[in-house]
Structure formats: C-alpha cells, structure tokens
C-alpha cells in the first residue's frame, strides 16, 4: 500500500476500504483540533459575556459542566472508560451554549446538553457517531422550544443572573428576512462588533472570521469544506438576493443565524467529515446550495443546523461515490484520448483500400452514364413496350409450374429406377457368389502289411505236413 492511502473499516458492513488522502495527511490528530476549537469558543466566550454580561457565563459553565458528568456515566453505564482527556465533550458544550440566546432558560441548557452526550454514546462514542451531537440538540430545542431559541435581548442590555431576565426579547436578523422580506438598519460597523441581536456567540463576525483563519493556518478547519460551502451560498444569495443591493444581503444572510458560526465549528467536524479532498469539497458544496435554498425557499429560521444534519448523513457514502465518479471520469478521457478520430481513420483507410492504386500508364474507364437528354437530332421516338395480358400472364405461369412438375416428375422416376436396379445387382451378387465349403472331417485309411514268418514256424508247418 502506497504513503498516500490508508485502510478504513466501514461502520456497517466491516469492510476495509482504502481512501486516498495525500490531500489530508497533514490534517493534525483530533485531540489538538479540538484544543484549538477550545480556544476559539473561549474568546467568544468572553466576547459574549461583556456584551450579555454574568448570565452567559453561567450558561456556558453549565453547558460544559453538564456534558462532562453525562460523558462520565454513560460511559459507566455503556461498559467504557471515561478518558478526561477527550476534549470533544467540552468543545460540544461550548457550542451548545453559544448558540443559544442570553435569556435562555437553564433547564432547556441542561436539557440540550444532555441529550448531545446522549446522542453519542448511542451512536458509539466518540469516533463512531455520525451525525454531529451539537447539531442534533439544537435542532430538536429549536423545534420543541422556539419561543425560547428565538428571541434574543436587545442590544445593549443584560438579563438578569436568576430568575426574570427582566429584558426586552426581540427577533434576530434570520427572522427579518424570512419574514419581512427587510432587515434592521444595521451597519457594516455593528454588524462586525458583534452588535445585534442574536444567540450569544454567533454574532461576532470579526471574531468568528480571524478564528476561521487561525484554525485553517493551524490546519483544524478544512479549508476546502470552507471555502465551496461559503462560496457557493454567496453565489447562490448574489443570484438571488434579498434586496436590490447585493453587498448588503450577503452581509446580512453570513451574519444571521447559524451560517458562519457553524461552518467554522460544525461542518469541518473530523468525525462527520469525509476523508478524503474530493469528498470534502462535494461536502461544502452541499452545505452552500442546500443551505442557501432552504434559507431562502423554505422559510426555516436556523436551517443551517439542519442542512448540516442532512450533509453529514451524505457524508458516509460521499468518499466511495467520488472515487467511483473519478474513475469513470478517467476512463472516458481515457478511451477519449486513444479513440479520438479514430472513426475518421478507419473511414479513410477503408476507402483507399477500395480505391485502386493508379500508375501513370493505367488507363481510367469510365462507365457510361444516361443523363437522360435528348438525342442530337431532336427526335424523340417512342418505344412501344408490349404489355404482358393477364391471362397471358397466367398461361406463362402455368407453363412454368408444369414444366417443374414433369422435371421433379422425372427425378423420381430416375431415381425409383436406379434404386431398383441397384436391387437387382446386390441380388445377382448373391447367387454367383459360391456357398463357403464345409470342413470335412478326414478318414485314415489303414494298410495290413504282411509280415515274414520266422524260420521256425516255417519248418514245423513242413513237418506237420
């Protein structure tokens, strides 16, 4: 296996997969990303409580508190070692209660809180969830309480530490401009100040922008999920904006809501991430568009959080589908390059191969041609053509199927009689050829041969006589 890729077991089917990242091997360890993010979310933090003043420092130490004792029994419960190290449940309740306003409830903290360690322990802990904890609580209190998560302080005041607030509760930006269609007289200095009305540390442009810039310098933020999500919500906002004066609308649409809150800290989470440089930029993409369109089409306040939990559900598969799209994409180049007027080439040589070679002695033969014209003499004479009659037509016709009658008529014929004559020769065969002689079995014929008599005998039969 090459420096470039490394082998990922997928959450599903177990199986290992080979992602190439030579775009992301640089990305540093997820403990010292979230040290950075740490300290980001500690100068909002301080942001936040010298515009809202105590109570958003309660909110944020309770947030905060709240995580770390609910990491610390569900991990008891779940069987795993609680690692006091792991900076991601302090990072998740920092953003939790910087994307809530400053007169929030401390029930719905705790609640929110709560339910963001909940989410990933049930998912598996801390490198196995994949939908972002933060954005799952602020979801679900944006829609079981958004009397609550949607209304901020007015400038320049400070809700109380206990009990009433005691403050003015107005509608942010995202409000204005889904709803009116317009937004506050708000200018390019307040805005950057961090000086409207909003959750408590989504409103400090300027700090959010310089710590984007850090983290993408220290190599924690993605700079390509960045920069295509950023960058195709402002196309998308320019083509269709709100007001007749485009900077106006994409400095209103990046400051309200969740927007630049949420890709500097949410969207380039390492655990919802993908891994590799095709699939981060595809990533961004669909943050922009779909964010942009939920914005402006369907009329959603903090449907940036929600767009984010469809990405990072996109996210799983967004690795395999780009390496596949880029393999095809190099195979049709590919068949492109070594294809490319190939057609033509064939054309050409099929042709001069049909085409005779001529030498300087060959001579060119022309067919003749009719041009249809006139004779030279200007007398066009008629041809009488004989029409063939029907009944001559079929006279001819019969004749014909007659004449074919009679020839198979006389195949048969010929053929019945070959066949009876090669009868009669096997049967000729037959009888001249002699029966096979029998063995014979052979007699001996005995000889008597007369043998001399002796001496003796002949003289006694003398004797005798």
């Not at 005691?166 to 000086?195: F, W």
């Not at 906002?237 to 649409?253: C, H, K, Q, R, Y």
């Not at 007398?379 to 004989?386: L, P, S, Y």
Request: proline share 5%.
């Amino acid at each position: 296996m090459s420096d470039n890729t490394f082998e990922l077991l997928d959450l599903f089917d177990s199986d290992v997969k080979t992602y190439d990242t030579a775009a992301v091997r640089k990305q540093r360890k997820s403990k010292s990303i979230y040290g950075d993010q740490l300290i980001c979310l500690a100068a909002l933090m301080g942001m936040s409580v010298w515009q809202s003043g105590l109570r958003a420092l309660v909110i944020c130490l309770g947030s905060v508190l709240v995580c770390v004792i609910a990491d610390l029994v569900f991990c008891r419960m779940t069987g795993k070692t609680y690692n006091p190290k792991d900076l991601s449940t302090i990072a998740a309740g920092l953003c939790i209660a910087l994307m809530m306003p400053a007169a929030v409830n401390y029930g719905i903290v705790a609640g929110g809180a709560l339910l963001a360690i909940a989410v990933k322990h049930i998912f598996g802990g801390k490198d196995n969830y994949i939908f972002n904890p933060t954005c799952v609580a602020i979801a679900f209190l944006i829609i079981c309480y958004p009397n609550d998560m949607l209304v901020y302080p007015a400038v320049g005041s400070k809700p109380e530490l206990w009990g009433d607030t005691g403050v003015q509760l107005v509608s942010g930006i995202e409000s204005y401009l889904l709803k009116l269609g317009t937004a506050p007289t708000v200018n390019y200095e307040n805005i950057m100040l961090g000086s409207f009305a909003g959750p408590m540390g989504t409103t400090h442009v300027l700090v959010i922008a310089v710590c984007g810039i850090c983290l993408m310098f220290r190599r924690s933020l993605s700079p390509l999920v960045m920069l295509c999500g950023l960058g195709s919500y402002c196309a998308l906002t320019a083509l269709f904006p709100v007001f007749s004066n485009i900077g106006d609308t994409l400095m209103l649409e990046i400051s309200g809501g969740y927007l630049l809150f949420g890709f500097v800290f949410l969207a380039a989470d390492p655990q919802t991430m993908p891994k590799t440089a095709a699939g981060k930029i595809v990533y961004g993409l669909v943050i922009g568009i779909v964010g942009c369109l939920f914005r402006h089409f369907g009329k959603v306040e903090g449907s940036f959080i929600f767009v984010l939990l469809i990405a990072n559900a996109l996210s799983l598969q967004l690795d395999d589908a780009c390496a596949y799209v880029g393999a095809k994409v190099k195979q049709a180049f590919g068949y492109l390059r070594d294809n490319m007027g190939r057609y033509e080439a064939l054309r050409d040589s099929a042709e001069n191969e049909h085409k005779p070679k001529l030498t300087d002695t060959m001579e060119i033969i022309v067919p003749p041609t009719n041009y249809n014209m006139p004779p030279i003499d200007n007398k066009v004479t008629k041809i009488n053509r004989r029409k063939s009659n029907i009944v001559t037509r079929y006279v001819d016709n019969l004749r014909i199927r007659r004449k074919k009658e009679m020839l198979v008529r006389k195949k048969q014929v010929r053929e019945s009689e070959n066949d009876y004559m090669n009868s009669m020769r096997l049967m000729m065969k037959k009888k001249k050829t002699p029966a096979p002689k029998t063995a014979e079995p052979k007699t001996v014929t005995g000889h008597i041969i007369k043998q001399p008599r002796k001496r003796s005998e002949q003289k006694n039969n003398k004797q005798g006589q």
